[in-house]
């Protein structure tokens, strides 16, 4: 399926498979699982070569360009193994479906990576879902020493996402239906002592 824009509205287009279109699927595939230790090394055979370095945390890639230092992988892996540290359950749970994090540099955005298109410029962040190849976050979300670059926590923020979207489905399959029936107090919008029944 085509997305056509006319007059700022998406009009979808049933046209015969491209030798474009048939790239991007390949660019939306997995990308091969290496092991790397706490090593920022080159991509695997495969990737597509917009991605010039990736670090593997317990099965979790995470990827990006020459534009993002080392130190900024590197501080995502430490990250990352340190939120599923408690709950490997999770982590197991989650690589089925190949959570990938893409760090964007400085002056890149969603629509610079080969997996989404020019509708995606201006994205910072993204948590993965199923069916999505990546999840995204810019340098200016990841948190390492000397990063002048910095805002918040995005990295943390998605990754929370990419665990509740790919990993509690298994996991926790009421977590999503418990948070929302947690009773909230209408006199001070906090959570009140006691659940619904």
Known sequence: MTRLWVAGCAISLLLPLSAAAAAQDRVREPFPRIETGARVVAPPDGVHPFYAKYINAGGVLIVSSDAVPDAALLAAYRTILHLTAAR??????????????????????????????????????????????????SVRGVCYTGNAEYRANFLLHEFVHVMQNLGWPTTEPTAPAAALTTSVSPATGLPSSSRPK
């Open 88 to 137: 490997p359950d999770i982590l197991q749970a989650m690589l089925p479906n190949n959570p990938r994090i893409s760090i964007l540099g400085v002056s890149e955005t969603a629509s610079d990576l080969p997996e989404f298109g020019p509708i995606s410029d201006g994205q910072w962040g993204l948590g993965q879902m199923l069916g999505d190849p990546t999840s995204l976050v």
